[in-house]
């Protein structure tokens, strides 16, 4: 994930010193404190997606989604939060494919 946002040589520097590692390891280890668990996801294409399955191009600059298809208008991280968190409700579930717009379980 991190390989990817550096590509952005406006943005690299402040990437690479945000310390990713250093992050999951913290998380991981205060959810398991709290009995919990992290999943992660890759977030590629969640913010050039609607949740329902549309997609919708933007540049890094348009900080608010707009669906052409079904009308949702979010800020653009609101939006990638949501196709993230219907990921993560996937994982291990054995579908080898997953599109944004699953919201409830689906029988693979």
């Known amino acids: 994930m991190r390989?990817?946002?550096v590509k952005n040589h406006c943005l690299a520097k402040s990437i690479s010193d945000a310390g990713?590692?250093?992050?999951?390891?913290?998380?991981i280890s205060k959810a398991?404190?709290?009995g919990k668990?992290?999943?992660q996801v890759n977030p590629n294409g969640?913010?050039?997606?609607?949740?329902?399955?549309y997609p919708v191009p933007k540049?890094?600059?348009?900080?608010?989604?707009?669906?052409?298809?079904?009308g949702l208008v979010?800020?653009?991280d609101h939006v990638s939060a949501i196709l993230i968190e219907n990921r993560g409700k996937y994982v291990g579930t054995g579908c080898?494919?997953?599109?944004?717009?699953?919201?409830e379980p689906i029988l693979c």
């Open 46 to 53: 969640t913010s050039q997606t609607c949740v329902c399955g």
């Open 37 to 39: 668990s992290v999943i």
């Open 32 to 34: 398991e404190e709290a």
């Open 59 to 70: 540049d890094l600059s348009v900080r608010i989604h707009s669906c052409p298809s079904c």
């Open 3 to 5: 390989i990817n946002m």
């Open 96 to 103: 080898t494919e997953f599109t944004p717009v699953e919201i």
């Open 74 to 76: 979010l800020n653009r």
């Open 20 to 27: 990713w590692g250093q992050l999951i390891r913290m998380t």
